[in-house]
């Protein structure tokens, strides 16, 4: 007996519903509100606003900075921690566990752990200055010092969100047969090559997935800047938080939002574009 | 037994829960953004409410409190009776249309004393009263007496001029290793305030009017001079207390309340002065905390009831003591405040009485503006100040934002500027 057509759908309306409620409405709602012009037919009010608002070259600098170097970064490091996972036979899980224990915590407790590390009455100052190696209290998260408080920032994402592409790699792990790389055993390839032309290869569905994911995140970094660098690193979704809430601008506030969203979504094109796998060279 | 145990548990707790709300819902409503600490929530709950209609009092940050009003507004299911909040909070609310006119509630408290200038305030422009003042509070300078050696020859604490607050601030840093001069100009902190009531007003005499004249271009060129001795960390100050406590800065200016707790701490360690004058004189800006009625209030009656407790002299007194607001109303405070309180109504009374102090007004008829006026201000000095942008060119550009606003909420000028018949104009 199988079972009706319909009941796919059935099992999917509600989070299709969910979704629709929750995201699509105010998703048009804001789209709308940005190019609403409070009364007067110049519906582009709002972006011109936000184009000529002194924060607004330096947020889109800073958060494209920052996607550029954290992104690479995370990489690197979640497939390094993937493949050291894939060899490990005892432990394995714990030392998951432990890596992916930054994901439980919320990204702005994460930026004030941070914070209480890095201010200048934070551990590393202390440790530093009884070491000897600090005179005295010393700032490095504030406007005169922007490279440090980059590096701070940097730190910070990459020890709070390295373990989302971590996960979505080590099932990418998972999925590949273990005959590949037996196969290239018997054959003699070296590790490497065995990683470049065998590993890498099928892992790209999972690599697209886990940039894509990250990216997006990314682009949306807040609360970790604004609890390490408050306005000292203006980023886009902090300029729209700024508008949202101190300067009561909602207009402005959507503008950026719809910003974001363009920028995610024309990132995601570029993944889906430049990590494309043709079905047949997929196990 | 334990699972039909636990159920009963569960029911009873849901029930008293029920009922509990059901009580409450009965309860007048107040809410409040002010006096939000739990501490300073409980004092009012337990001692302040003392004898009034029994209330609810709920408290809100500035930004919910008012999605929140117009949530109700726009729903149309009120559950507020009674708002609390700054002017500048309140000022927002009218261009919704949310509060309800209360001439009736000021004939009702005339007796109390409350400064015409006052109650001006609380009609937000409107030609109707809007909101009755509830407290009082300025902005002014806690200095720590280890900063007091440093001060520039012949200069007065009491009376000091940006020039010499320029000077102390660069002795502090040459003897001392650091910077010690504080302004909360992190995101949360409000150094648009300084700007735009202390230091523009002290130099021209005016908040708008005069905003690119050559005093104002003066103004920063002196005021770049007192940043080379602000703490770097001061684009993260939100609340000058804690960088006080800290011993991180030595002279801060802030709102009285934000600097309560350093002050409650150490009563001995500092002084509170009035801040800086200019050329112009020593503007200040006093700050008013109102209580209005929201439009169709579940219980307009008590709300009324509320209002007079609240501005009765005796519950005014009693709200300075315990919370460190000043009373709006004519009444003497006690001689026994706590000495933090006390160091606060001693700094507010030589700001309000020095010699040369000139009051700046709380923008008024900005409506959902007033986030943009003081984005401007902030802009200005990010620009000048932070990166040494040409004075001048800024200036301009600047006062073309401002006139913008101005213009598009038809704003009269307000004190320290001229009365003009249209909106303020941005020379």
Not at chain 1, 61 to 78: D, E, K, M, S, Y
Not at chain 2, 43 to 57: D, S
């Amino acid at each position: 007996m199988t079972a009706p057509r319909w009941i796919p759908y059935a099992l999917i309306a509600p989070a299709a519903l969910f979704l629709a409620a929750l995201f699509i409405v105010p998703l048009v709602q804001t789209i709308l509100l940005s190019f609403d012009g409070g009364g007067t037919p110049d519906h582009l009010a709002n972006y011109r606003k936000m184009a000529g608002d002194l924060n607004f070259t330096l947020a889109i600098r800073n958060t494209f900075l920052l996607v550029g170097v954290v992104v690479p970064i995370q990489l690197a490091l979640a497939m390094g921690m993937a493949v050291m996972l894939q060899k490990m036979s005892t432990g394995r899980d714990i030392v998951l566990w432990i890596w992916t224990i930054p994901l439980g915590v919320s990204d702005l407790a994460a930026g004030l752990v941070w914070l209480a590390l890095l201010q200048n009455s934070g551990y590393l100052n202390t440790v530093l200055f009884q070491l000897g190696l600090l005179d005295g209290p010393t700032p490095w998260l504030n406007a005169e010092t922007p490279v440090t408080l980059f590096v701070g920032i940097v730190l910070a994402e990459i020890w709070r969100a390295t373990a989302v592409v971590l996960i979505v790699l080590v099932a990418g792990f998972q999925l590949i047969p273990k005959e590949y790389s037996e196969a290239a055993e018997v054959f003699g390839a070296r590790s490497w090559t065995a990683f470049r032309l065998i590993t890498l290869p099928l892992l790209k569905p999972s690599i697209q997935s886990a940039l894509i994911l990250r990216t997006v995140l990314a682009f949306e970094v807040f609360a970790v800047v604004y609890a390490l660098g408050g306005r000292n690193m203006p980023v886009l979704v902090g300029e729209a938080y700024a508008w949202q809430y101190e300067n009561q601008n909602y207009g402005v506030a959507a503008a950026y939002a719809v910003l974001v969203m363009v920028i995610s979504l024309a990132a995601t094109v570029v993944y889906l574009y430049a990590l494309r796998t043709r079905p047949e060279t997929q196990p | 037994m334990t699972k039909p145990l636990f159920a009963g548990a569960l029911a009873l707790a849901a029930a008293g829960l029920l009922t509990a709300s059901a009580a409450r819902a009965q309860d007048l409503v107040f809410l409040s953004t002010q006096l939000r600490p739990i501490e300073e929530a409980q004092k009012v709950r337990e001692v302040i409410l003392k004898g009034a209609p029994k209330t609810t009092y709920v408290v809100d940050e500035p930004s919910p409190f008012t999605v929140r009003m117009r949530a109700e507004q726009e729903a149309g299911k009120k559950t507020v009776s009674l708002v609390g909040a700054l002017h500048g909070e309140l000022q927002p609310l009218l261009t919704f249309n949310a509060l309800d006119p209360i001439d009736d509630v000021a004939a009702k408290v005339a007796s109390r004393g409350i400064p015409a200038g006052l109650m001006e305030l609380g009609k937000l422009g409107s030609g109707k009263q809007v909101y009755i003042p509830w407290m009082q509070a300025t902005y002014v300078m806690v200095v720590n007496k280890k900063a007091l050696p440093y001060l520039p020859a012949g200069a007065d604490v009491n009376a000091l001029t940006y020039a010499q607050l320029a000077e102390w601030g660069k002795a502090l840093a040459e003897k001392t290793g650091s910077r010690k001069l504080g302004f909360p100009a992190g995101p949360k902190g409000l150094f648009a305030r300084f700007l735009q009531g202390n230091l523009l007003p002290s130099y021209t005499k005016s908040m708008v009017t005069e905003f690119r004249s050559a005093a104002a271009e003066t103004m920063w060129g002196d005021f770049k001079a007192v940043w080379a001795g602000v703490n770097p960390n001061a684009s993260s100050y939100d609340f000058m207390q804690e960088p006080l406590m800290a011993g991180e800065v030595w002279v801060a200016w802030d709102h009285v309340a934000r600097v309560k707790d350093a002050l409650q701490q150490a009563p001995n360690d500092y002084v509170v002065v009035a801040p800086p004058a200019g050329p112009k004189g020593r503007a200040y800006m006093p700050v008013v905390a109102g209580l209005a009625i929201p439009k169709g209030a579940p219980d307009r009656a008590g709300a009324v009831a509320l209002i007079e407790h609240l501005t009765k002299p005796e519950t005014q007194v009693i709200t300075a003591a315990e919370v460190g607001f000043f009373p709006v109303v004519d009444a003497k405070l006690p001689a026994d405040l706590s000495p933090g309180v006390k160091l606060l109504a001693e700094g507010v009374a030589r700001t309000q009485t020095a010699k040369d102090a000139l009051v700046a007004l709380l923008p008024i008829g900005l409506g959902d503006k007033g986030g943009e006026f003081n984005k401007v201000y902030f802009d200005t000095f990010q620009r000048i100040v932070l990166r040494n942008e040409p004075i001048r060119p800024v200036l301009d550009a600047q006062a073309e934002v401002m006139r913008g606003l101005i213009d598009a909420t038809k704003a009269p000028c307000w004190a320290p500027d001229e009365p003009s018949t249209g909106p303020c104009p941005v020379k």
